[in-house]
C-alpha cells in the first residue's frame, strides 16, 4: 500500500468505532469525502459531468449532496 492509504481493521465493535473516527477526523480537516462513489466515477471518467449532475439532482438535499455539487 502506498503514501496515504490507511488500513483500518473493524473486526470489533471498538476498532470500527475508531475507524469511524478516523475516517470522521480526515474528512472534516480536509474538506473531502473519503470513497465517494459519485465522485470517483467522474474523476475516473466512467461518466461525464453532465451524468454526474443528473444523478446528483436525484438526490434530497443533504450533507452529501452539497458536498458533489462543490466538486465541480
Not at 22 to 28: G, H, S, T
Not at 33 to 39: H, Q
Not at 52 to 66: E, H
Request: proline share 3%; net charge neutral.
Amino acid at each position: 500500500m502506498g503514501r496515504g492509504t490507511a488500513w483500518l481493521d473493524t473486526g470489533t465493535h471498538e476498532d470500527l468505532l475508531e475507524a469511524a473516527n478516523y475516517v470522521r477526523m480526515i474528512e472534516r480537516r480536509q474538506g473531502l469525502r473519503i470513497a465517494c462513489p459519485e465522485e470517483i466515477a467522474l474523476r475516473m471518467k466512467y461518466i461525464s459531468a453532465e451524468q454526474f449532475f443528473a444523478i446528483v439532482d436525484q438526490m434530497p438535499a443533504s450533507s452529501y449532496s452539497r458536498y458533489l455539487r462543490s466538486v465541480l
